[in-house]
Antibody, heavy 119, light 110 residues
Framework: EVQLVESGGGLVQPGGSLRLSCAAS????????MNWVRQAPGKGLEWVSA???????FYADSVKGRFTISRDNSKSTLYLQMNSLRAEDTAVYYC?????????????WGQGTLVTVSS | QSALTQPASVSGSPGQSITISCTGT?????????VSWYQQHPGKAPKLMIY???NRPSGVSNRFSGSKSGNTASLTISGLQAEDEADYYC??????????FGTGTKVTVL
């Protein structure tokens, strides 16, 4: 069974940092592009970042220069390093497996981890 | 990158068909056949319903279908059922090598 489990969320002060992890199982992790998508409380979905199978990375303008996506294929784990956090980064963060090409859609999602940025 | 435009709400009676629109620009929806649709029930993770405009993943009911004309993509749900009541989001690849989601549509089964 394909499974994605996010962790690392929590309460952080504005300007602080946090690293999210997404542990994958049930498929050959290294063969798939992966995405991070977030959802602010009561709001819609927002794409955050992607890591292609070939090693390319992509970012939304809203997080570029502050967030860094990475992956460890030996551990089947995706990461999101978040620096200089702002109140508007408060959201549930989902990791998702790309269905085909890197930026074409996601066929499997984790349950999400909540990040709250507040003083 | 501005969010794609979706109607805030759509409703229908059981058994009816409804269509949700998703309007973008020639730099996203209109420029690529990489539109996907997601269903999200309250408190749950999104579920992929359609990818690449009209492809249905295995396990998704054939009551769900997707199409595109110009800068507008559409998701049609036929034979509406109570379990279809949820939020629906479209998403598209963009010319900036990013993705953009739609504003979301709440589907109500009357």
């Amino acid at each position: 069974e394909v499974q994605l489990v996010e962790s690392g969320g929590g309460l952080v002060q504005p300007g602080g940092s946090l690293r999210l992890s997404c542990a994958a199982s049930g498929f050959t992790f290294s063969s798939y592009a992966m995405n991070w998508v977030r959802q602010a409380p009561g709001k819609g979905l927002e794409w955050v970042s992607a890591f292609s199978g070939a090693g390319s990375t992509f970012y939304a303008d809203s997080v570029k220069g502050r967030f860094t996506i990475s992956r460890d294929n030996s551990k089947s784990t995706l990461y999101l390093q978040m620096n200089s956090l702002r109140a508007e980064d408060t959201a549930v963060y989902y990791c998702a497996r790309a269905v085909a090409g890197t930026l074409r859609g996601d066929d499997c999602w984790g349950q999400g981890t909540l990040v709250t940025v507040s003083s | 990158q501005s969010a794609l435009t979706q109607p805030a709400s759509v409703s229908g009676s059981p058994g009816q068909s409804i269509t949700i629109s998703c309007t973008g620009t020639s730099s996203d929806v209109g420029g690529y056949n990489y539109v996907s649709w997601y269903q999200q029930h309250p408190g749950k993770a999104p579920k992929l319903m359609i990818y690449d405009v009209s492809n249905r993943p295995s396990g998704v009911s054939n009551r769900f279908s997707g199409s595109k004309s110009g800068n507008t993509a559409s998701l049609t749900i036929s034979g509406l059922q109570a379990e279809d009541e949820a939020d629906y989001y479209c998403s598209s690849y963009t010319s900036s090598h990013t993705r953009v989601f739609g504003t979301g549509t709440k589907v109500t089964v009357l």
